[in-house]
């Protein structure tokens, strides 16, 4: 058994947040990725590992970094998960190329060390930004050959190459294109749900991430295929005993942080899958010939309670983590590092509060969440057990018991929210190895079950609170139940699209935790992020939201589609869109912004609090696309206001080109530059500059030996010269700084 020693823990997320689940997402599922959060830092293990060793593993998998010196590498410390003290390595390296940096981190796991992940920024992948170097079919190629440096890669096979679009939602145009690729790992030619490997290709075919699983399956057991029931039966089975309701559905992009509801019709029942060979059921805690009872939805307090606080304070937040957090040993001390306020991943006002637990030779620290105006706890994950080593308590209360503790700890600290929620309508999931009951508490909106949001909270066996995360999307209005499709419509649509994967997956823990179980997962409407809008009775896809829109033009329609789809040009309806026609500043200023930096409302510090147009207050639509502009340095501030209505001229926009890559200066010296076109007089003196620079970067090229500098800018244009901005943008290396 190692002797651990913790160091410091990386919180990776403050929360939880899942849209519909698919077939064979669960609770289960949840209070892994819950888990995964948290990750466990050492100081020191009975193996010794060195900065060499992990080098040389690197350089023999990867040979073309072999260019990288020692010194360009940095070792971490080692670390573990919760439930899992596999042992695994962080190296990372950094170094200028040709006067732009790289990047690069790799993970290694296991007393052979293995690399089980990867992440790569190149120097220089201008050849991989739209228009990309490399397709999808031939990057999936490039995938499939570096697949085969893996071990066992023949048993792997492609998932889901089809279900995902080409173009990436709210990409800009100075970031490199990448394709995403899942690979999983099969016997007996059936997929194991959890051997994969991820590859991501960049635009120019450079493989720049991968994952994968490092279990071992060489000492497991496994179901016997031919002994599975038939397809038929199973399904027959699934028809006549599951059933669907209404449930709000949350669609969260955590890339933008926009929130869209949808009510939809989804299975009331806590099932994952079937087994293939018994026919039961299996749920969150294994396998079970009957299926789990529908209980009823019960709020877990009927009337709003009091809040913690009304007026809570920096100082009582203080007060409130020195009891939650402390550790009784003369050996530990907490220290409160610091307490912001500040908004979360939910757009809530929170007080957060950054803390470690110091110890001689190290200490353990995360952050806890509370609300800024009630003082509820929004976010606490334990970390006493681990800094004093007391891995499990000695009493082990039963499942009822420790879901009177977890709704004791609720109403004690996470009051004000509890009449938004209802009990956990499927079992508990029991961590065995550890001790430790999960819980879920799912939202309720106008008395209809909110897919998306919920309250998590974990128990330790004797009683004792592990963590409580509240995920509470702000919703303002919820879509009406007046015209749904019935519900026995809805049913049928269901069932007609209903289908199977046979897949091997594990049981979890117990005497079985080494055994493969064969299972047969539903799947409606061939697509496993399926849902059925239940007002227009309809299929819709988490995966593809949107129908992708395609319009036609002689010179600019991939550029045209790539901007539409990948939501940096907005229009209402493609169908009557004209490219032609003429673009207005404001239009023209959102795409060029939108293709440069992201464009984000809701995260934390983004938010510009100047105004730097009199006419363009923080309520206007384009506030933050102009505030953003302004502090590119695209517009200037000599006028009071700016007209987004009026048309945007070749001059203006060779003026807001040059801005845009930092040369105003040299622009502004106009007298060293000599315009030969044959309308070079009607170009402004001031823009002499800027006008020359524009048309030697080959941004805006002259028709005819004339630059048109008065010509409107039609969309079509705009679309062409942006995408050759972006490339000069990225070549010069100009960072955003967001705040």
């Given at each position: 058994?190692?002797?651990?020693?913790?160091?410091g823990?990386l919180t990776?997320?403050?929360?939880l947040s899942?849209?519909?689940?698919?077939?064979?997402?669960?609770a289960?599922s949840?209070?892994?990725?819950?888990?995964?959060?948290?990750?466990i830092?050492?100081?020191q293990?009975?193996?010794v590992?060195?900065?060499?060793?992990?080098i040389?593993?690197f350089r023999e998998f990867l040979p073309q970094?072999?260019y990288?010196?020692?010194?360009?590498f940095?070792?971490g410390?080692?670390?573990?998960?919760p439930g899992?003290?596999?042992?695994?390595y962080?190296l990372?390296?950094h170094?200028?190329?040709?006067?732009?940096?790289?990047y690069?981190?790799?993970?290694?796991?296991?007393e052979?060390?293995e690399?089980e992940?990867?992440n790569?920024q190149?120097?220089?992948?201008?050849d991989?930004l739209?228009?990309?170097k490399?397709?999808k079919?031939?990057?999936?190629e490039?995938?499939?050959?570096?697949?085969?440096?893996?071990p066992?890669?023949?048993?792997?096979?492609?998932?889901?190459?089809?279900l995902?679009?080409?173009?990436?939602?709210t990409?800009?145009?100075t970031?490199?294109?990448?394709?995403?690729?899942?690979?999983?790992?099969?016997?007996n030619?059936?997929?194991?749900?959890?051997?994969?490997?991820h590859i991501?290709?960049?635009?120019?075919?450079?493989?720049?991430n991968?994952?994968?699983s490092?279990?071992?399956?060489g000492?497991?057991?496994f179901?016997d295929v031919?002994k599975?029931?038939?397809e038929n039966?199973?399904?027959?089975?699934?028809?006549?005993?599951v059933?669907?309701?209404?449930?709000?559905?949350?669609?969260?992009?955590?890339r933008?942080?926009?929130?869209?509801v949808n009510?939809?019709?989804?299975?009331t029942?806590?099932v994952?899958?079937?087994?293939?060979?018994?026919?039961?059921?299996?749920?969150?805690?294994?396998f079970?010939?009957?299926?789990?009872?529908e209980?009823k939805?019960?709020?877990?307090s009927a009337?709003?309670l009091?809040?913690k606080?009304t007026n809570?304070?920096?100082?009582e937040a203080?007060?409130?983590?020195?009891t939650?957090l402390?550790?009784?040993?003369n050996?530990?001390?907490l220290?409160?590092?610091s307490?912001?306020?500040e908004?979360n991943h939910?757009g809530?006002?929170?007080?957060?509060?950054?803390y470690m637990?110091?110890?001689?030779?190290g200490?353990?620290?995360?952050?806890?969440?509370?609300?800024?105006?009630t003082?509820?706890?929004i976010?606490?994950n334990d970390?006493?057990r681990d800094v004093?080593?007391n891995?499990?308590?000695?009493h082990?209360?039963s499942?009822?018991?420790?879901?009177?503790?977890a709704?004791?700890?609720?109403?004690?600290?996470?009051?004000?929210?509890?009449h938004?929620y209802?009990?956990?309508?499927g079992?508990?999931?029991f961590e065995?190895e550890?001790?430790?009951?999960?819980?879920i508490?799912?939202?309720?909106?106008?008395d209809?079950?909110?897919?998306g949001d919920h309250?998590?909270?974990s128990?330790?066996?004797?009683?004792?609170?592990n963590?409580?995360?509240?995920?509470?999307s702000d919703i303002?209005?919820?879509?009406?139940t007046?015209k749904?499709v019935?519900k026995?419509k809805?049913?049928?649509k269901?069932?007609?699209?209903?289908?199977?994967?046979l897949?091997?997956?594990?049981?979890?823990s117990g005497?079985?935790?080494?055994?493969y179980r064969l299972?047969y997962?539903?799947?409606?409407?061939?697509?496993?992020?399926?849902?059925?809008?239940?007002n227009?009775?309809?299929?819709?896809s988490v995966?593809?939201?949107?129908?992708?829109?395609?319009i036609s033009h002689?010179?600019?329609?991939?550029?045209?589609n790539?901007l539409?789809?990948?939501?940096?040009?907005?229009i209402?309806?493609?169908?009557?869109?004209n490219?032609?026609?003429s673009i207005?500043?404001?239009?023209a200023?959102?795409m060029?912004?939108?293709?440069?930096?992201?464009?984000?409302?809701?995260f934390?510090?983004?938010?510009n609090?100047?105004?730097?147009f009199k006419?363009?207050p923080?309520?206007?639509?384009?506030?933050?696309?102009?505030?953003?502009?302004?502090?590119?340095?695209?517009l200037?501030?000599?006028?009071?206001?700016?007209?987004?209505?009026e048309?945007?001229?070749r001059?203006?926009l060779?003026v807001?080109?040059?801005?845009?890559?930092q040369l105003?200066?040299?622009?502004?010296?106009q007298?060293i530059?000599?315009?030969k076109?044959?309308?070079?007089?009607d170009?402004?003196?001031?823009n002499?500059?800027?006008v020359?620079l524009a048309?030697?970067?080959n941004l805006?090229s002259?028709?005819?030996?004339?630059?048109?500098p008065?010509?409107?800018?039609?969309?079509?244009q705009l679309?062409?010269?942006n995408v050759?901005?972006?490339?000069?943008?990225?070549k010069k290396?100009?960072?955003?700084h967001?705040?």
């Amino acid at each position: 058994m190692r002797s651990l020693r913790k160091l410091g823990i990386l919180t990776l997320s403050t929360g939880l947040s899942i849209g519909i689940l698919a077939p064979g997402v669960s609770a289960t599922s949840l209070v892994k990725d819950h888990q995964n959060n948290v990750q466990i830092q050492i100081a020191q293990a009975e193996k010794v590992v060195t900065k060499n060793e992990l080098i040389k593993k690197f350089r023999e998998f990867l040979p073309q970094f072999n260019y990288l010196n020692d010194s360009d590498f940095h070792m971490g410390s080692g670390h573990h998960f919760p439930g899992d003290d596999t042992i695994r390595y962080d190296l990372s390296f950094h170094k200028k190329v040709n006067g732009k940096q790289e990047y690069g981190y790799v993970s290694f796991v296991g007393e052979q060390l293995e690399i089980e992940n990867f992440n790569y920024q190149p120097a220089n992948a201008v050849d991989a930004l739209f228009p990309a170097k490399v397709t999808k079919e031939k990057a999936k190629e490039v995938a499939e050959a570096f697949l085969k440096k893996f071990p066992q890669s023949s048993e792997y096979q492609l998932l889901d190459f089809g279900l995902y679009d080409y173009f990436p939602s709210t990409q800009t145009l100075t970031e490199p294109i990448s394709y995403s690729f899942s690979f999983e790992r099969t016997k007996n030619k059936v997929p194991i749900s959890d051997q994969q490997i991820h590859i991501t290709v960049l635009g120019n075919g450079v493989v720049s991430n991968f994952y994968r699983s490092t279990k071992d399956i060489g000492s497991q057991s496994f179901d016997d295929v031919t002994k599975a029931l038939p397809e038929n039966k199973i399904i027959s089975k699934i028809k006549e005993d599951v059933s669907i309701d209404l449930q709000y559905k949350i669609d969260f992009d955590y890339r933008t942080g926009d929130r869209h509801v949808n009510l939809v019709y989804h299975p009331t029942s806590d099932v994952l899958s079937v087994h293939a060979l018994s026919g039961e059921w299996q749920t969150a805690n294994g396998f079970s010939a009957e299926l789990p009872k529908e209980k009823k939805i019960e709020l877990i307090s009927a009337q709003p309670l009091g809040p913690k606080q009304t007026n809570f304070s920096l100082e009582e937040a203080k007060a409130l983590a020195e009891t939650l957090l402390k550790v009784d040993s003369n050996d530990i001390k907490l220290r409160i590092e610091s307490i912001n306020e500040e908004k979360n991943h939910n757009g809530q006002e929170i007080i957060n509060i950054q803390y470690m637990y110091e110890y001689r030779n190290g200490g353990s620290g995360t952050n806890l969440e509370l609300d800024k105006h009630t003082g509820d706890i929004i976010q606490y994950n334990d970390l006493k057990r681990d800094v004093l080593e007391n891995k499990k308590g000695s009493h082990t209360i039963s499942s009822k018991e420790a879901l009177e503790q977890a709704v004791k700890y609720l109403k004690q600290y996470s009051p004000s929210y509890l009449h938004n929620y209802a009990m956990p309508l499927g079992e508990a999931n029991f961590e065995d190895e550890r001790g430790i009951y999960h819980f879920i508490f799912p939202r309720v909106e106008n008395d209809i079950l909110v897919n998306g949001d919920h309250i998590f909270v974990s128990v330790y066996a004797d009683g004792s609170l592990n963590s409580l995360n509240v995920n509470r999307s702000d919703i303002k209005n919820w879509p009406s139940t007046d015209k749904v499709v019935p519900k026995e419509k809805a049913e049928a649509k269901f069932f007609e699209q209903l289908s199977l994967n046979l897949q091997y997956v594990k049981e979890g823990s117990g005497q079985n935790k080494d055994h493969y179980r064969l299972v047969y997962t539903p799947v409606f409407n061939k697509n496993p992020y399926s849902f059925l809008d239940a007002n227009k009775g309809e299929w819709n896809s988490v995966v593809n939201k949107k129908n992708r829109q395609v319009i036609s033009h002689p010179s600019a329609k991939e550029e045209l589609n790539y901007l539409i789809n990948a939501g940096i040009l907005d229009i209402e309806d493609v169908k009557t869109f004209n490219p032609d026609a003429s673009i207005t500043k404001g239009a023209a200023i959102e795409m060029i912004t939108k293709s440069l930096t992201r464009i984000h409302d809701g995260f934390p510090g983004q938010k510009n609090k100047s105004q730097s147009f009199k006419n363009i207050p923080p309520e206007h639509p384009l506030y933050q696309v102009i505030e953003r502009a302004v502090t590119l340095g695209i517009l200037d501030k000599e006028k009071d206001t700016f007209n987004p209505d009026e048309h945007l001229t070749r001059e203006e926009l060779a003026v807001w080109y040059i801005r845009a890559l930092q040369l105003d200066q040299a622009a502004k010296n106009q007298g060293i530059y000599q315009l030969k076109f044959a309308d070079a007089k009607d170009v402004q003196p001031e823009n002499i500059g800027f006008v020359a620079l524009a048309h030697s970067l080959n941004l805006l090229s002259a028709n005819k030996n004339n630059f048109n500098p008065d010509q409107k800018v039609t969309y079509a244009q705009l679309a062409v010269s942006n995408v050759r901005l972006a490339h000069e943008f990225y070549k010069k290396g100009i960072e955003i700084h967001y705040y």
